[in-house]
C-alpha cells in the first residue's frame, strides 16, 4: 500500500514537471506560430539581443527565478509570461491527472488542453483563431471518442450544435448591423470542444462563458478608457494573418472565455457543471 501511494506521488511529480515543459514549448508556439516561423528550430533566443539561450537558462520556472527574471547577457527583463504558462500548464496536467487517472480521456485531454491554452493566448495577442490548431485536434478528439466508452460519435457530433447556433446567431447579427459580431474563429473552436464533450456540456460551456465575458466586458466599459487593438505588425508572407481588421476599443475576444469555461467544467464539474442552466434559470427570472 504505501509502495503504491509512492508509486502515486512519483507519477503526479512527473505529470507537473512534463507540464511545465509542455508550458515551455507552448510560449514558443504562441509567439511564432502566428508569424508563420517554425516552432521547432531555431532555438529559443533572447527577443532583445538575440543571443541563443542554453540549456540551463530554459529550464522552465526554475531558470526565470534563478535569473532573477532578466536575460543573463542583456539583462533586459523576461516577461512574466512565460512562467506563469508554464505554472498554468503543469498545474492542468496535474488536474487532469487526479481527474481522470490513466485513461482514455486523459490521452484526450492533455493534448487537447495545451492546444486550448495556445488558442486562448493567440486570440488574447492576435484577435484569431489557427485553423492549424483546430482542424488537427478535431481528428484527435474523434480519434479519442472512438476508443473511449464514454462517449459516442453521435454525442460527439450532436456536441456541434452550440456552433451552429452562435453562427447562425453571428451570421444574423452581422447581415441586419453590417458588422461583424462574433469571428468564425470562435464558432470553430466551439465545434472542436463541443466534439469533445457532446451537446450538453458545450451548451453549458457557451451559457457559461458568455456570462464571463458579459461581465469582463462592462468592468472593462466602466473602469477603462478601452483599448488600441491592433493586428501583428508582421508582414511576412507565410503570416497567418489574413485582413486588416482591427477590433472596436472595448471589444474582447471570446475564445479565451470558451477556454476558461470549458476547463471549468471538465475539471470542476460539481461547481460549473450545471451553471449554464443556473445562469437560464437566473435570466429567466429576471425577465419575469
Not at 510560449?27 to 511564432?32: A, D, F, G, L
Not at 458579459?214 to 508572407?237: D, N, Y
Request: with cysteine; charged share 15%.
Amino acid at each position: 500500500m504505501i509502495e503504491e501511494d509512492l508509486l502515486r506521488e512519483l507519477l503526479l511529480i512527473y505529470v507537473i514537471a512534463m507540464g511545465a515543459c509542455i508550458g515551455s514549448f507552448i510560449n514558443v508556439v504562441i509567439v511564432r506560430l502566428p508569424e508563420g516561423k517554425s516552432v521547432v528550430r531555431p532555438g529559443s533566443k533572447c527577443p532583445k539581443c538575440d543571443t541563443s539561450i542554453p540549456w540551463h537558462d530554459n529550464i522552465p520556472i526554475l531558470s526565470f527565478l534563478l535569473l532573477l527574471g532578466k536575460c543573463r547577457v542583456c539583462k533586459v527583463p523576461i516577461s512574466p509570461r512565460y512562467p506563469l504558462i508554464e505554472i498554468v500548464m503543469a498545474a492542468l496536467m496535474a488536474a487532469f491527472w487526479v481527474r481522470f487517472g490513466l485513461s482514455w480521456e486523459l490521452l484526450v485531454w492533455l493534448p487537447l488542453s495545451a492546444t486550448l491554452v495556445v488558442i486562448a493566448f493567440i486570440d488574447i495577442d492576435h484577435w484569431i483563431i489557427p485553423d492549424v490548431l483546430v482542424f488537427p485536434m478535431m481528428l484527435w478528439v474523434l480519434g479519442g471518442v472512438v476508443l473511449s466508452d464514454s462517449m459516442t460519435l453521435l454525442s460527439s457530433g450532436l456536441g456541434l450544435i452550440p456552433a451552429g447556433i452562435i453562427f447562425a446567431v453571428g451570421w444574423c447579427f452581422e447581415k441586419f448591423t453590417g458588422r461583424e459580431g462574433l469571428g468564425f474563429g470562435d464558432v470553430k473552436l466551439l465545434a472542436l470542444i463541443g466534439l469533445a464533450v457532446g451537446p450538453v456540456s458545450a451548451l453549458n460551456i457557451l451559457l457559461l462563458s458568455s456570462f464571463q465575458g458579459a461581465f469582463i466586458g462592462i468592468i472593462m466599459r466602466l473602469f477603462t478608457s478601452g483599448h488600441q487593438a491592433q493586428k501583428s505588425s508582421s508582414t511576412k508572407e507565410d503570416s497567418i494573418f489574413e485582413d486588416d481588421w482591427v477590433p472596436p476599443a472595448y471589444a474582447i475576444p471570446f475564445g479565451p472565455f470558451l477556454v476558461l469555461a470549458t476547463l471549468q467544467c471538465i475539471l470542476l464539474p460539481a461547481t460549473f457543471g450545471s451553471i449554464g442552466e443556473k445562469i437560464s434559470y437566473f435570466l429567466l427570472g429576471i425577465m419575469g
